[in-house]
């Protein structure tokens, strides 16, 4: 198991920055992190994805203006957004995929909220 605690979520205009972070409860070396964002009306979708050996996944709409990192020292998994826009809009969530006697089992914070508006 794993608690998850996202922040750094809040109100910025369109072309700013901001970074998000997810402190977990036990070491992150050896699971696959990711945050997925939910904006009202849609279904969660998968933002960014840093698999237990370090590959990074991006969705296409944030490619080349978001960048997840981990500093598995402090257990804590990062996501820096550049150039946000309005659709960037949404809640953030922190996941953790950890392998589980039955099959692999998804964590889930609590979300932080990111709005981009002028």
């Known amino acids: 198991q794993v608690q998850l605690v996202e922040s750094g979520g809040g109100l910025v205009p369109p072309g700013g920055s901001l970074r998000l972070s997810c402190a977990a409860s036990?070491?992150?070396?050896?699971?696959?992190m990711a945050w997925y964002r939910q904006a009202p009306g849609k279904q969660r979708e998968l933002v960014a994805s840093i698999i237990k050996g370090g590959t990074l996944n991006y969705a296409d709409s944030v490619k080349g203006r978001f960048t997840i990192s981990r500093d598995i020292t402090k257990n804590t998994v990062y996501l820096q957004m550049n150039s946000l826009k309005p659709e960037d809009t949404a809640v953030y969530y922190c996941?953790?995929?950890?392998?589980?006697?039955?099959?692999?089992?998804?964590?889930w914070g609590q979300g932080t909220q990111v709005i981009v508006s002028s």
């Open positions: 036990r070491s992150i070396l050896s699971i696959t």
């Open positions: 996941n953790a995929n950890i392998p589980g006697y039955t099959g692999n089992v998804d964590y």
